[in-house]
């Protein structure tokens, strides 16, 4: 009897052995795309959160995640977050039974979750290998280099068994704005001034027109045969 236990605890631990050690085994990882950017003070900048090397429609399968996303705040401003693949649709929610999702941003960190309210099955069947998990939009405030680093509290499979992975991280760096060339600036100028003049030369010309014309009339009426139609200069 004694000896029947022993073996059952030593197959139910080489299971658990096999099943989590494949689990971990896998090629997955967790990356920012692009990792790298460089864009101009003002202009919001987005990142995407991608995970790979899950199962291609097998196991193992994304079945929740609890990520934080780190940044410098004198460069960066959380701004939003939109979850799913704006391809593939949001792999976490098949359209079934849905998830949950939550975002909660903090003094240069934002913390990111979706945890799946889908079969299994389901997860394991339609799931794809790789795909983006959030797109996370920030606004520029600063001039310099943000670091983007991911910390992951929670990885697990449909199953609900933690996931291994490697993990990327990433960087913004913020350049100032590019003022106008100063020979565009001149050229600008320089255009704007021509149609001030040109616009002033029409305006005298048509008010000398409209003089000349009501002198006309009234000498032609006054004196008709002294009226001569007028021949007038529009220039100033």
Sequence with gaps: MKGTATLLRVVVAGLLIAVCGGRGAEAVAVNFVPPVQDVALGDPTTVAIEISGLGDLTAPSLGSFDID???????????????????????????????????????????????????????????????????????????????????????????????EASIGSGSVTVNAAVPAPHGAVLLISGLAALAAASRRRGTVGGAAADRAKVDYEHRRHCHPLAAVAPSVDPSP
Excluded at 136 to 151: D, E, K, Y
């Design 69 to 163: 996303v780190n940044f410098n705040s004198g460069i960066l401003a959380f701004a939003s977050v939109t979850f799913g693949d704006p391809i593939l649709g949001d792999q976490l929610d098949l359209g079934v039974s849905g998830s949950i999702i939550a975002a909660t941003a903090g003094t240069g960190v934002v913390n990111i979750s979706q945890l799946s309210l889908e079969a299994t099955q389901d997860l394991e069947d339609f799931q794809a290998s790789a795909f983006t998990l959030v797109t996370l939009t920030f606004a520029t405030i600063g001039i310099g280099t943000s670091p983007l680093t991911l910390s992951v509290n929670s990885l697990r499979d449909a199953v609900g068994f933690p996931l």
